[in-house]
Each structure stands twice: as structure tokens, then as C-alpha cells.
């Protein structure tokens, strides 16, 4: 394998996860300080991310980690209420701006192209006690955020990620109710959730093009989750359906609106009014666009980032109980063919991350595509044999390289 002229090496990290220093420097809480300090069976070990890697004291630290890695990208979050304690401009707390200030200076300075997150799961708590990503409210709020993380760091930052996982987010904090705020809404609350993301991400991409983008010359799009569904058995038509319906429910529901049309994917639609007319709801419980909505989401991103970790076998299964909730709606039965090794909850399936960026190539118009997050989770301690990780990476280039066209390659350099 011979990587391209201009392929980018990167490495990601959330502000939760690796700064600490959460009530440092006149920082509000976010909602992830908030759900850990309650402790209890949901929170593993009674653990919280006060301290987590010590990154907002430790930076130096990283610095040298990245410059030994001989990074070309680091993608890191912003902490919303680092910067605005309370999520709203009306207090600006300048020893986070300068925090960031110096992570991106040092990086330029050392030849490391910054990746920006605006948003990584860590709502301001002032936020989620007006209603969080359920409440309309919190459109206008996240484009005042945008607008300020792009007026204070735009002229050096120039690739931006609006949202990371706004599926995850939706299903895990807003449905199941095991993200903060800890609340489940069974069957309806991802589906608001996932609406008010998606309009908040158009939102701010369009003050950044009519705002900045002419004298910042940036790039901003969001970052997708996104595993590759395999059917159980590729001669049954209900498992093909099954492992289509995963896509469009995974992928498709934030992509198909923002690259192709303004809305969501037929069969997301059709499957959702389906179960919702069977279970006694009077109407579909997936909120719709207005044709407005559509104009101004439709063309919202200027790539496609995409998260691959792992894949899973499909197989179709009825929801004979008719149960509310977004996994329920699917309709299907997800696990993993026995021989795929595993670690955690990955396993290594290496051929379905060139199944999925082709899907990608194919069905979104031969975007440029970022990997903007790979890899496999690490025990705790980490081992110093590492030969689990490497092979894992190995074979993903494998594919990668299989399914990559040398005259794209040469076009848009694989990030």
C-alpha cells in the first residue's frame, strides 16, 4: 500500500472526554457534569469526567503527543459552556477563548491542521433546563454559539463540524434516555431531538456562508455515525429490506436532508407513519419540514464526515408488541456473524467500511469524504501489546485502498 500525496493523519478527541477542569476558570456545568455528579447505576463506577485526561491543564502535554505522532489533523470539541458558561452570549468567559486560542495557535504553529467540533454531546445545563435539543428554542441558541465560535477562531480554524453523531445524540439522550439528561422518550423525543438538530446544524451553516465564508474561506459540515448492515441472509428479501432500513435509519435520516433534498428518506417515513397509525397515534410521530425547512437545509455541508467503527448482520423482525420506540420502528434484529474477532462492542469487519463509502460515493453524488473518527476502543489499563489495534488498521487501509479511484484519489486528497 502506497498512501497518496496529500493523505491526512489525524487524531480526535471530545472536550468531556479529555479536558477535565470542569468548574475551572468560571466554566458552567454542562449536562454531562450534571448526570455524572447524580451517580448511580447508569453512570459506570460512580465516574465522572472532572478530572478525565487533564487536558485543559495537560495541553503541552498532548502537543508533544501529536508532534511525535507526526499528525497532519487533530480534530477536537469546544466546550460550549467553557465558553459560555450559561450557552448564551450574554456572559463570555475569556480564559476559555484563550484556552482554545492557544490549542489552535500551537497547532498552526507546528504545521497541524485543526478540525473544530462546535458540538460534542456537552449541552450547556442552562440549555437543558429550558428544554434542551426538544425545544425549538434551542436552534437560535445554537446559531448564536456558531456564530461566536466562528467570529472568535474562524480566521484560523477553516474546517468546522457543526454537531458530532446527531443520530447518537437523538436515540441515546432523547429516546433510550441513558445520555444525559438522563430522561427516555420512548418513540418520539429522538425524532424532535433529531428535527431541532438537524435544522440547528442548517442554521448555522448558512450564517457561516453568508457571514464568514468570504473573507474565512472555511468548510463546515456535521459528523455522521454510521456502521455498514449486512443482511443475515443475502437470500432473503425481508432481511435485504431489514439491512436498507438500518442505513435509512442510521445514515440516510441526517444525510439524505442535508446533501440531496431537505427531508428524510421515504422508507424513514413511510416505516414510522406505518407503526405509528398501528400503534393508535392519530398522526405520524416523526415531525415533518415545512417546504421552507426543506429549501434551507437541502445543500448544507461542504463534505461528507462520516464515523465508521464497525458492522453488524441484519436479520428482519416484526414488532408483534407493537412496541414505541425508535429501535422498535425499525423492525429488525442486529448482531454479528460469529467468526468477525471482537473488542468491546467493535468488531472488526473491515470490509464494511469500503461497502459503506461506497454507498456514500454512490448515493450522495461522489462527495469529498472525511474519516473523521475510526478505531477501537482501549482497555482499561491499556495493554502496551497493541497488535490487536495495528491489524485492525491494517486491514481497514486494505480496503480503503481497494475501493479507492486513483483520479479522485488525486482530486480530493483522503483525509
Given at each position: 500500500?502506497?498512501?497518496?500525496?496529500?493523505?491526512g493523519w489525524g487524531a480526535s478527541t471530545a472536550a468531556y472526554q479529555v479536558e477535565g477542569g470542569w468548574d475551572a476558570d468560571g466554566k458552567g456545568?454542562?449536562?454531562?457534569?450534571?448526570?455524572?455528579?447524580?451517580?448511580?447505576?447508569r453512570v459506570f463506577q460512580n465516574q465522572t469526567g472532572d478530572v478525565a485526561c487533564g487536558s485543559y491543564t495537560l495541553w503541552e502535554e498532548d502537543?508533544?503527543?501529536?508532534?511525535?505522532?507526526?499528525?497532519?489533523?487533530?480534530?477536537?470539541?469546544?466546550?460550549?459552556?467553557?465558553?459560555?458558561?450559561?450557552?448564551t452570549t450574554g456572559f463570555i468567559n475569556q480564559k476559555g477563548i484563550d484556552y482554545y486560542n492557544k490549542i489552535i495557535d500551537d497547532l498552526l504553529t507546528n504545521g497541524v491542521i485543526p478540525i473544530v467540533t462546535l458540538y460534542h454531546f456537552d449541552l450547556p445545563q442552562a440549555l437543558e433546563d429550558k428544554g434542551?435539543?426538544?425545544?425549538?428554542?434551542?436552534?437560535?441558541?445554537?446559531?448564536?454559539?456558531?456564530?461566536?465560535?466562528?467570529?472568535?477562531?474562524?480566521?484560523?480554524?477553516k474546517q468546522w463540524i457543526t454537531i458530532n453523531e446527531p443520530n447518537i445524540l437523538a436515540i441515546m439522550a432523547y429516546d433510550l434516555g441513558v445520555f444525559p439528561p438522563g430522561v427516555p422518550h420512548f418513540g418520539t423525543g429522538g425524532y424532535q431531538a433529531a428535527h431541532n438538530l438537524i435544522k440547528a446544524h442548517a442554521r448555522s451553516w448558512h450564517s457561516y456562508d453568508s457571514l464568514f465564508r468570504k473573507e474565512q474561506k472555511g468548510m463546515v459540515s456535521l459528523a455522521i455515525f454510521a456502521g455498514w448492515a449486512e443482511p443475515a441472509d443475502t437470500n432473503s428479501v425481508s432481511d435485504q429490506e431489514a439491512a436498507k432500513r438500518a442505513i435509512?435509519?442510521?445514515?440516510?435520516?441526517?444525510?439524505?436532508?442535508?446533501?440531496?433534498?431537505?427531508?428524510?428518506?421515504?422508507?424513514?417515513?413511510?416505516?414510522?407513519?406505518?407503526?405509528?397509525?398501528?400503534?393508535?397515534?392519530?398522526?405520524?410521530?416523526?415531525?415533518?419540514?415545512?417546504?421552507?425547512?426543506?429549501?434551507?437545509?437541502?445543500?448544507?455541508?461542504?463534505?461528507?464526515?462520516?464515523?465508521?467503527?464497525?458492522?453488524?448482520?441484519?436479520?428482519?423482525?416484526?414488532?408483534?408488541?407493537?412496541?414505541?420506540?425508535?429501535?422498535?420502528?425499525?423492525?429488525?434484529?442486529?448482531?454479528?456473524?460469529?467468526?468477525?474477532?471482537?473488542?468491546d462492542w467493535v468488531y472488526v469487519v473491515p470490509w464494511g467500511i469500503r461497502k459503506l463509502l461506497k454507498y456514500i460515493k454512490d448515493t450522495y453524488n461522489n462527495p469529498v469524504i472525511y474519516i473523521t473518527e475510526n478505531g477501537l476502543p482501549q482497555g482499561d489499563p491499556a495493554s502496551l501489546d497493541d497488535t490487536q489495534r495495528w491489524e485492525y488498521f491494517r486491514q481497514t487501509f486494505q480496503e480503503l485502498f481497494k475501493g479507492a479511484d486513483p483520479?479522485?484519489?488525486?482530486?480530493?486528497?483522503?483525509?
Open positions: 500500500m502506497a498512501f497518496p500525496a496529500g493523505f456545568p454542562s449536562v454531562w457534569d450534571t448526570f455524572t455528579h447524580q451517580g448511580g447505576e502537543l508533544k503527543c501529536i508532534k511525535q505522532l507526526g499528525l497532519t489533523h487533530y480534530r477536537f470539541s469546544l466546550s460550549w459552556s467553557r465558553l459560555l458558561p450559561d450557552g434542551g435539543w426538544l425545544s425549538e428554542a434551542i436552534i437560535e441558541s445554537f446559531d448564536k454559539y456558531a456564530r461566536f465560535c466562528f467570529s472568535t477562531f474562524g480566521d484560523r480554524v435509512a435509519f442510521c445514515l440516510d435520516f441526517f444525510a439524505k436532508p442535508i446533501f440531496i433534498d431537505g427531508d428524510y428518506p421515504e422508507v424513514v417515513k413511510s416505516q414510522i407513519a406505518f407503526m405509528s397509525k398501528k400503534q393508535g397515534y392519530p398522526s405520524s410521530r416523526l415531525p415533518e419540514f415545512t417546504e421552507e425547512e426543506k429549501r434551507m437545509i437541502k445543500g448544507t455541508a461542504d463534505f461528507f464526515a462520516v464515523q465508521y467503527y464497525t458492522s453488524r448482520l441484519v436479520k428482519y423482525q416484526e414488532n408483534k408488541k407493537e412496541e414505541v420506540g425508535f429501535l422498535q420502528d425499525v423492525e429488525l434484529q442486529v448482531f454479528p456473524d460469529p467468526s468477525w474477532k471482537r473488542l483520479k479522485v484519489l488525486n482530486k480530493y486528497p483522503v483525509h
